[in-house]
Each structure stands twice: as C-alpha cells, then as structure tokens.
C-alpha cells in the first residue's frame, strides 16, 4: 500500500467517521460510494467493508456520545432489535422492483425528511423527555421495514424518527442513532462474511482515521446548538438526496 493511497483512505475515513459523530448518520451512503469509486473497490466488497468500517465507527461513536450523557440504551436496544426484524422481514419484497426505482423512493423520502427536519422548531430537553414505547416500537417497525425494503437507510431514517417521533432532543438521537447503527451492521456482516476478499488493510486505515472523525464530531455536538444540529443533518440529507434523484433518474430515462 502506497504513502499516497495511506493518506487518501485516512482522508476518506475522516470524512465517514466526522459525519458519524456529528450527525448519527451518513455512514454507509458515503462509504459505499468513496470505496467504489474513489478506492476501486467492487461493490460486493465495498459493501461488506463498509459495514466493518462504518459498524467499527458507529460502537466508537457510541462511548465518546455516552461521556457526553447523549445515549438513551433502553430506547436504543428496543428500535434496533425491532427495526432488525422487520428489516429481514421487507428485505424480500425489494426484488420485486428495479435497483433505480428503489433509489429514486428512497431520494424523494430523504427530502421529505430533510424538509421537515427544517421546519422542526423546537425540542425538549433530556430530562424533560417522556419515552412512549409505543412510538418506540412503532418507530422502529417503520424504519427496519424502509430500510429492508430500499436497501439503506441507516442514520438518515433513525435520527429523524427519534427526534420527531420518539420525541429524543436532537443531541441525544444523535448517539442512540449510532447504537442502532452498530447493532444493523453487526447483523449485515454477518450476512456477508465471507462472500468476497477483503482488503483489511485499507479497512484498519479506514477505522483508524474514522475514529479521530467521530471523537471530533461528538465533541462538536457538545458546542453546537441543538437547533444548528437539526439544521445541518437537513442540509445534509437534503444535498445527497438531489445527487441521488440525478444518478437514478439519468439511468431511467
């Protein structure tokens, strides 16, 4: 492995892990693309590394977030092991549609996200929060069932769902999102173990740099405000769902 190819994947896994600990998503519809493209990777590998790297990233993220007292567990553990079941349960049902049109329901349902990630004006503070497990449930249910059914999803449906529809201040959902995001990828890889080679190498330069990423994005969750928090996720969703609309839409027609 070259100095120049050292220094680029450590660039690339500063970018994934920075947005991870800042934003509790964005792993996994960066990574995929970034080892494709950019590393040369074939998409088979490219998807089982990202989920060493990104799961990796997002179990790291989860100690530096619970320093900072922005981890609700029980909330966590109940999402995710929903979500993970209702995943596998959907996951059946995508075959039945082509690879652009799922992308393309998939960029539409980011915008609606992002838009009203925007207009979301105010938000409780953590202790003032009073969890319904019904919301939890139900949030978790909708969330596995998208992200089976479309193939991704990640922090870009979990971070939204706790903040609008559990209730989580936007800080909080921010670590628990990183939770559920490390219990789905344990459970991805271990579905694609052994499928394909793997460049372990690139992935520990990947990891390694990752986690200076999302030690400094968790600490910068500590200055910024919640709302500039919320705003910046929408920005950021909003963005990749107009470069994914282009992608898919140019291949259809």
């Known amino acids: 492995?070259?100095?120049?190819?050292?220094?680029?994947?450590?660039?690339?896994?500063?970018?994934?892990?920075?947005?991870?600990?800042?934003?509790?998503?964005?792993?996994?519809?960066?990574?995929?693309?970034?080892?494709?493209?950019?590393?040369?990777?074939?998409?088979?590998?490219?998807?089982?590394?990202?989920?060493?790297?990104?799961?990796?990233?997002?179990?790291?993220?989860?100690?530096?977030?619970?320093?900072?007292?922005?981890?609700?567990?029980?909330?966590?553990?109940?999402?995710?092991?929903?979500?993970?079941?209702?995943?596998?349960?959907?996951?059946?049902?995508s075959k039945f549609f082509p690879a652009e049109a799922l992308m393309i329901a998939f960029a539409l349902l980011m915008l609606v996200v992002g838009a009203l990630m925007l207009r979301k004006k105010s938000e409780p503070k953590a202790d003032q929060v009073e969890l319904s497990w019904r919301k939890v449930l139900i949030?978790?249910?909708?969330?596995?069932?998208?992200?089976?059914?479309?193939?991704?999803?990640?922090?870009?449906?979990?971070?939204?769902?706790?903040?609008?529809?559990?209730?989580l201040p936007m800080k909080q959902a921010v670590g628990t999102s990183l939770v559920v995001i490390a219990m789905n990828s344990a459970a991805g890889l271990l579905g694609h173990l052994g499928e394909t080679p793997l460049d372990f190498g690139m992935i520990a330069v990947f990891v390694g740099a990752g986690l200076l990423g999302t030690f400094i994005g968790a600490r910068l969750t500590r200055w910024l405000k919640p709302e500039q928090l919320r705003q910046a996720f929408a920005v950021f969703v909003i963005g990749l769902a107009a470069v994914l609309l282009m992608d898919n839409l140019s291949k259809l027609l």
Request: proline fraction near 2%; charged fraction near 5%; aromatic fraction near 8%.
């Open 139 to 167: 949030g978790g249910a909708g969330v596995g069932a998208l992200t089976g059914f479309l193939g991704v999803g990640g922090g870009f449906l979990i971070v939204p769902a706790l903040v609008m529809l559990v209730g």
């Open 1 to 93: 492995m070259s100095l120049e190819t050292i220094l680029l994947d450590g660039v690339l896994g500063l970018v994934i892990g920075l947005t991870l600990g800042l934003l509790g998503g964005g792993g996994s519809i960066l990574t995929v693309p970034m080892l494709v493209y950019l590393v040369g990777q074939t998409p088979q590998a490219a998807v089982t590394a990202s989920l060493m790297i990104v799961g990796a990233n997002s179990a790291l993220g989860v100690l530096f977030h619970r320093a900072n007292g922005a981890v609700s567990w029980r909330t966590a553990l109940l999402f995710g092991s929903v979500g993970m079941a209702f995943a596998y349960l959907a996951a059946n049902f």
